[in-house]
């Protein structure tokens, strides 16, 4: 079943761009934290961006400079703004997120569909 819904990937040659988003259905109390994975086939799941409830953001050091993430927290979005795109940033890219959606839940983790990202040289 669907927990986050991701959209904006595609095929594009290197040096273009993409935009990524990811919403959160429901009813949700309050978003702890927000980012994005991608995992390349063979390869392990790794951290590409995320950003905090206090707006703290960190990146990979293989996107610092050429991706940035933002948040609007009136829609429970996340965006990947993706720009100088190369051949290596090939994957499926994930969203995730730690909700708490009511006073009487705990805070987990709930993670989108996937979307490929191929780039092209």
């Known amino acids: 079943q669907v927990q986050l819904v991701e959209s904006g990937g595609g095929l594009v040659q290197a040096g273009g761009s993409l935009r990524l988003s990811c919403a959160a259905p429901g009813a949700i109390l309050r978003i702890n934290a927000m980012g994005w994975y991608r995992q390349a086939p063979g390869k392990q799941r790794e951290l590409v961006a995320a950003?905090?409830?206090?707006?703290?953001?960190n990146y990979a050091d293989s996107v610092k400079g050429r991706f940035t993430i933002s948040r609007d927290n009136a829609k429970n979005t996340v965006y990947l703004q993706m720009n100088s795109l190369k051949p290596e940033d090939t994957a499926v890219y994930y969203c995730?997120?730690?909700?708490?959606?009511?006073?009487?839940?705990?805070?987990?983790?709930?993670w989108g569909q996937g979307t490929q990202v191929t780039v092209s040289s």
């Open positions: 995730n997120a730690n909700l708490l959606r009511d006073r009487w839940s705990t805070s987990r983790d709930y």
């Open positions: 950003i905090t409830n206090g707006g703290t953001t």
